[in-house]
C-alpha cells in the first residue's frame, strides 16, 4: 500500500526566509510524486511533480523538491518565502503500480504554511 | 477558460434531501474523479471515471452515485444526505487513468447538512 507522511501539520516562517516542508512517502514499487497547495477557500493547483526523471525537481513559484529514494523523503523547499504562500501544502504520492484500474492518488494530511511580517 | 469546473460553489441543504453536485472539464481528459476534503482537510478519493467507465469506487455509501453522460462530464448524486456528508467536494481530471499524470482540480463545492 502506498501513504504519505507529511511531518509538520503547521509551518510558520518569516518573510524572505526560507521554507521546509518535509515528506515521506511509503510505496511498493516507484513512485511517481506530487505537492499540491490548496490557498484558502480555493481548489488545488500543482506545485510540482516527479516522475522517475532527475531527482531535483523544479516547480511554479520558485518551489522545488528533491527525491531521496534512500530516505523515502520528497521535501519541498524554496528560498525565499513571500506572503502570497501562505496556504495549505499537500504532499501526494501515486503508485503506478496499483493502477490497474485508475490513476489513484494518495494524500498527505497537509501542512499549513504562515508566513510572518 | 475555466479547466475543471464545478456547481454549484456551494450548497446547504437538509438532512434527507437529494442533491447533485456537477462538473465539467475542458481539457479533452479521458479520466475524471470526485474526492472528499474533511473539515480537517484530509482529501479522499471516492471515484475514478475513465471514457464513462467507472473504474475507481473507494467504498462510498451507496447513497453516493456518480454518473459520467460523456467523458467530460462527472456529476456526483447524494440521496438521504446526513450531517456527516457536509464538506467541499472536489472534481478533478486527468489525461489518462494510467501513468504519471497529475490531476487537475476544480474549485471545490462546500456542502453544508443542516
Known amino acids: 500500500a502506498q501513504s504519505v507522511t507529511q511531518l509538520d501539520s503547521h509551518v510558520s516562517v518569516s518573510e524572505g526566509t526560507p521554507v521546509l516542508l518535509r515528506c515521506n512517502y511509503s510505496?511498493?514499487?516507484?513512485?511517481?510524486l506530487f505537492w499540491y497547495v490548496q490557498h484558502p477557500n480555493k481548489g488545488l493547483q500543482l506545485l510540482l511533480k516527479?516522475?522517475?526523471?532527475?531527482?531535483l525537481v523544479k516547480g511554479i513559484n520558485g518551489f522545488e523538491a528533491e527525491f531521496k529514494k534512500s530516505e523515502t523523503s520528497f521535501h519541498l523547499t524554496k528560498p525565499s518565502a513571500h506572503m502570497s504562500d501562505a496556504a495549505e501544502y499537500f504532499c501526494?504520492?501515486?503508485?503506478?503500480?496499483?493502477?490497474?484500474?485508475?490513476?489513484?492518488?494518495?494524500f498527505g494530511t497537509g501542512t499549513q504554511l504562515k508566513v510572518e511580517l | 477558460d475555466t479547466a475543471v469546473s464545478q456547481t454549484p460553489k456551494y450548497l446547504v441543504t437538509q438532512m434527507g434531501n437529494d442533491k447533485s453536485i456537477k462538473c465539467e472539464q475542458n481539457?479533452?481528459?479521458?479520466?475524471m474523479y470526485w474526492y472528499k476534503q474533511d473539515s480537517k482537510k484530509f482529501l479522499k478519493i471516492m471515484f475514478s471515471?475513465?471514457?464513462?467507465?467507472?473504474?475507481i469506487n473507494e467504498t462510498v455509501p451507496n447513497r453516493f452515485s456518480p454518473k459520467s453522460p460523456d467523458k467530460a462530464h462527472l456529476n456526483l448524486h447524494i440521496n438521504s444526505l446526513e450531517l456527516g456528508d457536509s464538506a467541499v467536494y472536489f472534481c478533478?481530471?486527468?489525461?489518462?487513468?494510467?501513468?504519471?499524470?497529475?490531476?487537475?482540480f476544480g474549485p471545490g463545492t462546500r456542502l453544508t447538512v443542516t
Open positions: 481539457l479533452g481528459h479521458d479520466t
Open positions: 510505496s511498493s514499487y516507484s513512485p511517481s
Open positions: 471515471y475513465n471514457n464513462k467507465e467507472l473504474i
Open positions: 478533478a481530471s486527468s489525461p489518462r487513468d494510467r501513468g504519471f499524470y497529475e490531476q487537475y
Open positions: 501526494v504520492v501515486s503508485d503506478l503500480r496499483l493502477t490497474g484500474g485508475g490513476n489513484k492518488l494518495t
Open positions: 516527479y516522475t522517475s526523471a532527475a531527482t
